[in-house]
């Protein structure tokens, strides 16, 4: 079975902390996926990755980054946390090639940010 | 326009009726479509994909695919209030193959 894992359930963190969220799968997929999910907006791309040192901006980039240093690796980074990056982010991971494949998600972080 | 784009319910379906969920995407060249499931604090999980124009069987649920007018719909037949959830629709991007995009959700509530 795919695993992706989440390095924490839930974070609480003060504002302007730099907070990092870590994310590794062990399926050896080529894409690795960043979403927040707030109610009533549904699953929002921050960044998606499609190889080691690859990132592309999804909808939602401004105030995060991302590091994919090894395959089964993607870290999520808030520079300086604020109140309204409180929300539950997702990390998911998916085979490559045009023609897409599903995405296995991780578990979630519930981040709050005081 | 927001790329994908369903309606957020709540939709509420009498127990053993048929659910029909919708979903429209803007990028014409998209290429693979896919229905998740979220139970309440829980992750999704893939339910059906898509690439095809028609239909797309898998035991109760159907999903109805047509690039013309870019909507793709899920149908689920003798509804159980196990189907209870938010239904998310995903399409991959053409510009980006490997980009996933996933609309806001609609909430199913099955009545006993």
């Known amino acids: 079975d795919v695993k992706v894992t989440q390095s924490s359930r839930y974070l609480v963190k003060r504002t302007g902390e730099k907070v990092f969220l870590e994310c590794v799968q062990d399926m050896d997929h080529e894409n690795m996926f960043w979403y927040r999910q707030d109610p009533g907006l549904g699953l929002r791309l921050i960044y998606f990755s499609y190889d080691v040192k690859m990132k592309e901006k999804g909808d939602i980039p401004e105030g995060y980054s991302v590091s994919r240093e090894k395959k089964e690796r993607f870290s999520l980074i808030l520079e300086s946390a604020s109140t309204n990056q409180t929300s539950m982010y997702l990390c998911?991971?998916?085979?490559?090639?045009?023609?897409?494949?599903?995405?296995?998600f991780g578990q979630g972080t519930r981040l709050t940010v005081v | 326009q927001k790329e994908v784009e369903q309606n957020s319910g709540p939709l509420s379906v009498p127990e053993g009726a048929i659910a029909s969920l919708n979903c429209t995407y803007s990028?014409?060249?998209?290429?693979?479509f896919f229905w998740y499931r979220q139970y309440s604090g829980k992750s999704p999980e893939l339910i059906m994909f898509i690439y095809s124009n028609g239909d797309k069987e898998d035991g109760r649920f159907t999903a109805q695919l047509n690039k013309a007018s870019q909507y793709v719909s899920l149908l689920i037949r003798d509804s159980q209030p196990s189907d209870s959830a938010t239904y998310l629709c995903?399409?991959?991007?053409?510009?980006?193959?490997?980009?996933?995009?996933f609309g806001s959700g609609t909430r199913l509530s099955i009545r006993p």
């Open positions: 990028d014409r060249g998209s290429q693979s």
């Open positions: 998911a991971s998916s085979t490559g090639g045009m023609m897409n494949t599903e995405a296995f």
């Open positions: 995903a399409v991959n991007g053409y510009s980006s193959a490997s980009k996933i995009i």
